[in-house]
């Protein structure tokens, strides 16, 4: 039975050895799936690739030169959420799925789930020229051992009207301000904890707060009191990204958290915005593309993400979404198939000063990742989220 | 009771159907057994298991780290439902906003369906019945949106008010917007159950009302009302618990502290996967809807369905 599977797993998660790796990622505890060596090649197509993704993931554009190329048809469930993504990819896609674009916020409990299981990143040769952030990113490897293939990502940007602040914000302060009381959005979603966490982190450093998906109760109250006292100043907290373009082109909020693409579609229809990361940085979300535990389809699944990393499939996929590519060699075909892009999606920046600025959505876990287990895990952060909200 | 209705009945000749049918007059139990198994097992598995089911999840934990059920029998999501504020302040919001929109019906659908049941003529009855029907084939999604686009800072209503001359009205994303939207979407299953039961009352009882010297308000108030008050109760179930599990209004038109019970059952289902605790807090309407019932089935309502 399913439950019976469930704590099969969980007792593998709880016994098994956190090992001591210096690669890339996060140091955490074994996941279920870390033991299963990937495969070394690529073998002949099956023929069939069931995907679980983003609406628009596997675009005609890119996706039908990826069938005629590999013979690989594929088969699309495009879900609406990233916990749609987890329960359909629960018991290792039950060997229904082979693949998911899980974002960030999805990804440990993927991995800690058991439902997806280790990839060889050699058999992807432009993975080599993955900007070095995205090669092992704490969200999608854990002791060295890559769980997918990173894809694109996007910053969680401070969006504003021009009318009403001429001068560009510098601060996420304005978020918190009871100066601009029912003029704010922000998303509706429990990882919004993390942005009050950072904001916390550089004006109360008194708190100690490192990572801002690592906090201690301490830090998880102060940052939920901060919260609390936003709520009245909150007009709404937008779900889908066009309930906020729709709330800031008709004058109902001036000033909130967003995505680039956003900014891009207000400034496309005329609306007086911008967007800035402010002085104490920002969250980002990033996907990877991830292979199912039970995945019956494996050489096609390699075929596929060998194909979304190379550089113009990626530019494409960019374009097409307003995110960014982590493929580096990307920018040029951006820059070919829309002048200006590169900069636009911040497609140039590279090197370690830039990424730092940005704390990219993961799953909070009780591990603190010092192998203490006093964080406060993502169950707690919706809980603590609906009393944010009253 | 069946024997004998199959007693009345003229035996069948021939056939095959004929065998099975003689089979049914010789075991008596035979007939209403093969009618009613196929909707009482329907009832039993799909509905009543899926009750026991919610009930049972409803006292196990979910671990934390993993997230996975753990099967241990506690009460500590009735506790957490009981003893944290929150949770009371968005069953009250809940239970409040279901009852002002009930209210609300009542009162628009009332002079409506009097006149639909009683004063119009046949041809004005179908066209109001058309118009009262009408929007219940548009998308739920779509006449939500309309209301946005009616409510919001640069919407019709601001426009219209402007326009007279008068200040602007904030009510988009607050909870006015949810009851005006609930009342609107809501308001057919009010109307009809109430036109059912006007268009019952005898036209013989206000005759003698009238004859007996009553004036035209005395009958409506001691006759009509009445009698249309069990209809008004079987419409109230149907608003009162449309409203009580609804969360795509809430989202859509409601502001900051919109929350409604199914929102926090649908986060605890769809986020954070903590089923156990959505399970236990979908007791709460459960449980309102048993005692509204109860109480709906004591003034009669069920007699006007």
């Known amino acids: 039975m399913k439950f019976g599977a469930f704590a099969a797993a969980a007792a593998v998660v709880l016994t098994a050895c956190g090992s001591t790796g210096t690669t890339p990622g996060s140091t955490q505890e074994q996941p279920p799936t870390a033991t299963m060596k990937p495969q070394t090649s690529i073998g002949a197509g099956e023929g069939q690739l069931n995907l679980v993704l983003w609406d628009g993931y596997a675009d005609k554009s890119w996706a039908d030169p990826f069938t005629a190329a590999t013979g690989c048809k594929l088969n699309l469930h495009p879900a609406g959420s990233s916990d749609e993504m987890v329960s359909l990819m629960k018991d290792g896609g039950g060997g229904q799925w082979d693949m998911v674009s899980a974002s960030g916020d999805a990804d440990l409990r993927l991995i800690y789930g058991g439902d997806v299981k280790p990839m060889n990143t050699d058999l992807i040769p432009d993975w080599q020229n993955f900007d070095n952030y995205f090669k092992g990113p704490p969200y999608n490897t854990i002791n060295g051992i890559h769980y997918g293939i990173s894809l694109q990502w996007g910053p969680n940007t401070l969006l504003y009207n021009k009318k009403k602040f001429p001068n560009k914000p510098t601060s996420w302060q304005v978020i918190y301000d009871s100066a601009n009381s029912g003029l704010i959005t922000v998303p509706d979603n429990p990882i919004q904890i993390a942005d009050a966490a950072l904001y916390l982190s550089k004006t109360q450093p008194s708190l100690g707060i490192k990572d801002p998906y690592e906090l201690t109760q301490k830090q998880f109250d102060a940052t939920v009191a901060l919260l609390k006292q936003q709520r009245p100043l909150i007009k709404k907290y937008w779900g889908l990204a066009t309930d906020e373009i729709s709330l800031f082109k008709n004058g109902d909020v001036q000033v909130g958290a967003a995505w680039p693409y956003q900014t891009i579609q207000l400034k496309a229809a005329g609306a007086p915005v911008d967007d800035t990361i402010p002085s104490e940085g920002a969250t980002g979300w990033a996907d990877t593309w991830m292979l199912a535990t039970k995945a019956t389809h494996p050489n096609c699944a390699y075929m596929w993400a060998k194909w979304v990393s190379t550089p113009k499939v990626q530019a494409m996929q960019a374009l097409s979404f307003g995110e960014t590519p982590v493929n580096s060699k990307a920018c040029a075909e951006m820059e070919a198939q829309q002048a200006g892009s590169c900069h636009q999606y911040h497609a140039d920046e590279t090197g370690a000063a830039y990424f730092d600025t940005i704390k990219f959505w993961k799953t909070p876990l009780a591990d603190c990742g010092n192998g203490s287990k006093t964080c406060i895990p993502y169950a707690t952060w919706v809980t603590a989220w609906t009393s944010i909200k009253g | ?305």
């Open chain 2, 1 to 305: 009771m069946s024997s004998v209705e199959t007693v009345r009945r003229p035996r069948p000749k021939g056939g095959g159907a004929a065998g099975a049918q003689s089979l049914f007059w010789r075991v008596s139990w035979l007939r209403p057994l093969v009618l009613l198994t196929p909707p009482v097992g329907w009832f039993v598995v799909i509905y009543l298991a899926a009750l026991v089911t919610l009930l049972i999840t409803a006292f196990w934990t979910i671990d934390p780290f993993t997230t996975q059920i753990v099967q241990s029998w506690n009460l500590d999501n009735f506790r957490i439902i009981i003893t944290d504020s929150t949770y009371w302040s968005i069953i009250g919001r809940t239970v409040g906003i279901a009852t002002l929109v009930t209210a609300t019906d009542a009162v628009l659908a009332f002079p409506f369906a009097y006149f639909m049941a009683r004063v119009a003529t046949r041809r004005v009855q179908t066209l109001l019945f058309a118009a009262v029907l009408l929007p219940l084939w548009a998308s739920y999604l779509a006449r939500v949106y309309a209301w946005i686009l009616i409510l919001n800072h640069s919407g019709v209503l601001n426009w219209s008010l402007q326009s007279i001359g008068l200040p602007p009205a904030n009510i988009g994303y607050t909870n006015t917007a949810m009851w005006l939207v609930f009342s609107y979407i809501w308001l057919p299953f009010m109307i009809i159950p109430v036109y059912a039961a006007l268009e019952r009352v005898p036209e013989s009882l206000m005759e003698a009302s009238a004859d007996l010297g009553a004036r035209r308000w005395q009958t409506l108030r001691d006759v009509v009302l009445p009698l249309a008050a069990p209809g008004v109760v079987a419409g109230s179930i149907f608003t009162f618990s449309l409203t009580l599990g609804d969360y795509i209004t809430p989202i859509l038109v409601g502001g900051a502290s919109s929350t409604f019970i199914g929102n926090v059952v649908y986060a605890n289902v769809g986020i954070a996967n903590n089923i156990p605790f959505a399970a236990a807090l979908s007791m709460v309407p459960l449980g309102i809807m048993a005692v509204y019932l109860f109480i709906a089935y004591r003034l009669g309502a069920f007699e006007a369905l």
